[in-house]
């Protein structure tokens, strides 16, 4: 078996890198020590920062690229060592997206509501009237967002704005779209410990370039996590929306995801509570409500804790579909499902406005090892 540079470098052009979707030696992350010693092969690889989250796993990917492309005779296991290197201009969170007027989280108690899907047709709905839209997959396992604007396909580019590289957002139907679904196979799980999925959540946010933006909107994965942490330390949350169905266990997490945010350490005003599948409506008798997950579940709880209530979402058939088509019903306001999103997007903007005229900005949960027992303070934006 002859070995030769270029064979590594090839193979090392399979890998990407989880933060910017190059590939290392696109990126150039590849020094240029590269060894080769019968069988042995040894090298470095660069990163920005020598406490980089996606070392281990960019090492590991490296390893397993070249026994696979080259050969598995290869001894390369454990010899791949890491340099760091100057990362430029720090991004600082201040100045964490200065152009966008609304951030709205998108929550959910538990999974399996809809919460997704609800989040991908306000986003549609509000750009369909002329808003400036973004909105943000943070769901890092469990991406779904490329699926309901059927681009699974879709990798964003880089572009150079100042000194910096940031990820330009995919757009469609008038919404500037990003997911960690656009780095990895999506045939593939997402394992990753929480550190790693907290800095990709980070880079989504701060290394892209979002722009003027009047609503942005991040469609959180269900329950409470580290990404929801992070998200509220790292940026001032105007307001959110909890999803929740009539279902006794759907309103009990609901309920909890209400008290993580409007909680005393978090303080992230709740702009309302929308009930999906309120009702399912078969296609052929678009006026007849059948209550299969029981009634009225989501209007009691909103009354119970005092919020507004934004909508009742019908369970039709066509919204599921429509999804899986990856053209979100929002499209067509001038249909029955189309006009429940429009609804719902006026309700979410007028609530907004109110927030934002009754109440002072949101500030960021300050970054702390304590939290949840504990005592966070807070900062200004």
Request: glycine residues 10%; neutral net charge.
């Amino acid at each position: 078996m002859n070995l030769y540079p270029k064979l590594i470098l090839d193979a090392l052009a399979r890998v990407r890198y989880p933060g910017s979707g190059r590939n290392l030696v696109e990126a150039g992350m590849v020094d240029d020590n590269i060894r080769i010693e019968g069988h042995r092969v040894s090298f470095s690889l660069l990163f920005d920062r020598p406490n980089d989250p996606f070392i281990r796993s960019v090492i590991k990917a490296a390893e397993t690229a070249i026994l696979t492309y080259v050969s598995p005779e290869v001894d390369v296991r454990g010899r791949i060592s890491v340099a760091s290197r100057s990362a430029g201009t720090p991004v600082e969170e201040e100045c964490l997206l200065p152009g966008v007027k609304n951030i709205l989280a998108i929550a959910s108690g538990k999974g399996g509501v809809g919460k997704s899907t609800l989040a991908a047709n306000l986003a549609v709905a509000l750009a369909a009237m002329g808003y400036r839209t973004g909105l943000l997959d943070a769901d890092i396992f469990g991406p779904s967002q490329p699926k309901m604007f059927q681009m699974e396909d879709a990798r964003p580019s880089l572009e150079k704005l100042g000194k910096r590289e940031l990820i330009r957002p995919v757009e469609k139907y008038g919404v500037k779209l990003l997911s960690i679904g656009f780095f990895v196979d999506r045939e593939d799980a997402v394992l990753w410990r929480g550190a790693m999925a907290v800095n990709a959540l980070k880079q989504l946010i701060g290394e892209a370039d979002w722009g003027e933006l009047d609503y942005f909107l991040i469609d959180l994965p269900p329950g409470t996590s580290d990404i929801h942490l992070t998200l509220v330390q790292t940026l001032a949350i105007t307001g959110a929306v909890v999803v929740c169905t009539p279902q006794a266990v759907a309103l009990a997490d609901a309920r909890k995801a209400v008290s993580m945010f409007a909680g005393e350490k978090v303080h992230v005003p709740i702009l309302g509570l929308v009930e999906n599948m309120a009702w399912f409506t078969p296609a052929e008798l678009p006026e007849n409500k059948y209550f299969l997950f029981g009634r009225d579940g989501g209007v009691q709880l909103a009354k119970e804790l005092n919020i507004p209530l934004l909508g009742q979402i019908p369970l039709v058939q066509g919204i599921c579909e429509s999804g899986d088509r990856g053209e979100p019903p929002a499209l067509h306001p001038e249909t029955l499902t189309g006009a429940v999103f429009h609804d719902l997007a006026r309700r979410v903007m007028q609530q907004t406005r109110l927030r934002n005229e009754q109440r002072p900005p949101t500030q960021r949960v300050a970054t702390s090892r304590k939290f949840g027992g504990r005592q966070p303070g807070s900062q200004q934006q």
